[in-house]
């Protein structure tokens, strides 16, 4: 079991049996009545955030949570597939749970992929990843009134990001995974 004044952020936990991932927490306590923890929880079923108030001390069923090393092969339109480089078993993801995550995760790559009770719930991504400009207008300095400015482009996993003037279509850019914004160039 695991008290709330255990809780930290990427804890998983089980509320009214549904598992949640712990996105953010705030210890409360209001000069008149008992402390509380308001949290803000992602469902790791769909990817949905909601925010619940617990009574301080109140205690949740606590989650194994694993992360095994597996290569992402494909998505079908429903879900997210993955395969176990050293036993070859295929795990799949409902593609709506990791929407976010996919933008920039291309086919064949290897992932840490995120075992929650044995089952496989989410992937984790490092902080940020290496890709390619397939698609952008070209920039003219002029453009802006300082000089500077950005211009959208498309990366090879189909995401658009803000980049750069100066980034041209075959440049490999690295950028930040938890925002999408651009970093630099590769």
Not at 77 to 82: I, K, P, V
Not at 161 to 172: A, E, M, S, T, W
């Amino acid at each position: 079991m695991i008290s709330t004044n255990q809780l930290k952020s990427g804890n998983h936990i089980e509320v009214d049996g549904t598992i949640f991932k712990v996105v953010d927490f705030q210890h409360v306590k209001p000069g008149k009545g008992p402390a509380f923890v308001r949290t803000k929880l992602r469902r790791t079923t769909d990817g949905n955030l909601i925010d619940k108030t617990f009574r301080a001390g109140e205690k949740f069923r606590s989650v194994r949570t694993e992360a095994r090393k597996m290569t992402f092969l494909y998505t079908d339109g429903t879900d997210a597939h993955f395969m176990d480089s050293a036993t070859y078993e295929q795990s799949a993801i409902p593609q709506t749970a990791l929407a976010d995550k996919l933008r920039w995760t291309k086919p064949n790559t290897p992932v840490d992929l995120l075992f929650i009770d044995e089952q496989p719930a989410d992937i984790q991504l490092p902080s940020s990843v290496e890709l390619e400009i397939t698609h952008t207008e070209p920039g003219v300095r002029g453009d802006t009134a300082s000089g500077g400015g950005d211009k959208p482009a498309t990366v090879e996993t189909g995401a658009e990001i803000k980049v750069p003037l100066f980034v041209n279509i075959g440049d490999r850019v690295k950028v930040q995974t938890e925002t999408g914004e651009y970093m630099s160039r590769v």
